[in-house]
């Protein structure tokens, strides 16, 4: 069993930063791939950005360029740098480990961005 809690959210200014990071507790396995999904009010989940244990990563299009995923093992942590934020990534922002066939999730963390 996974337990995935996520901390950084909170309001930004359009054009701000921030930072998301997500402890998880249990174990974690190299094949786990680790990652960030976004929900906006009245819109399904989406996928931000994923990151393997080696390293490879995959982003939404809509945050190339402006947002980072980065893993650190030894922790057991991910990150989501956020740059360049704008009103449409207002979302509630998820933890996820795949472990094929599961998924867990965090209970996720609340990003506004508005002036």
């Known amino acids: 069993q996974v337990q995935l809690v996520e901390s950084g959210g909170g309001l930004v200014q359009p054009g701000g930063s921030l930072r998301l990071s997500c402890a998880a507790s249990?174990?974690?396995?190299?094949?786990?791939?680790m990652g960030w999904y976004r929900q906006a009010p009245g819109k399904q989940r989406e996928l931000v950005a994923v990151i393997t244990s080696g390293g490879s990563t995959n982003y939404a299009d809509f945050v190339k360029g402006r947002f980072t995923i980065s893993r650190d093992g030894a922790k057991n942590m991910v990150f989501l740098q956020m740059n360049s934020l704008n009103t449409e990534d207002t979302a509630v922002y998820y933890c996820?480990?795949?472990?094929?066939?599961?998924?867990?999730w965090g209970k996720g963390t609340l990003v506004t961005v508005s002036s």
């Open positions: 996820n480990v795949h472990r094929f066939p599961m998924n867990y």
């Open positions: 249990g174990m974690i396995f190299s094949r786990d791939v």
